[in-house]
């Protein structure tokens, strides 16, 4: 079992920047892939970015040259820097985790990013 705590939402005007944390309970050297996925209300939550255990990233088209996903193996966690938030950034961010040989999925509880024009 894992259990994943994010933090560092909050508001912020367009142009800002937030750094999101996921800590994990367990040692994510043994979790495959860890993300950052976002929802807004009455819409289907989407991918933003990933890191897997060897270090390699991936981003949404979207966040693409402004968010930046990375790792502190020695704490755990997974962060995401924003930067050049937009109002279209505004949702629900929820750390992901990917585990195991039959993939196991977990997911955090989620924290509200809001950014105003």
């Known amino acids: 079992q894992v259990q994943l705590v994010e933090s560092g939402g909050g508001l912020v005007q367009a142009g800002g920047s937030l750094r999101l944390s996921c800590a994990a309970s367990?040692?994510?050297?043994?979790?495959?892939?860890m993300g950052w996925y976002r929802q807004i209300p009455g819409k289907q939550r989407e991918f933003v970015a990933t890191?897997?255990?060897?270090?390699?990233?991936n981003y949404a088209d979207s966040v693409k040259g402004r968010f930046t996903i990375s790792r502190d193996n020695a704490k755990n966690t997974v962060y995401l820097q924003m930067n050049g938030l937009k109002p279209e950034d505004t949702a629900v961010y929820y750390c992901?985790?990917?585990?195991?040989?039959?993939?196991?999925?977990?997911w955090g509880q989620g924290t509200q990013v809001t950014v105003s024009s």
């Open positions: 367990v040692n994510i050297f043994s979790i495959n892939v």
């Open positions: 890191i897997t255990s060897g270090g390699s990233t």
């Open positions: 992901n985790a990917v585990r195991g040989v039959v993939l196991y999925v977990y």
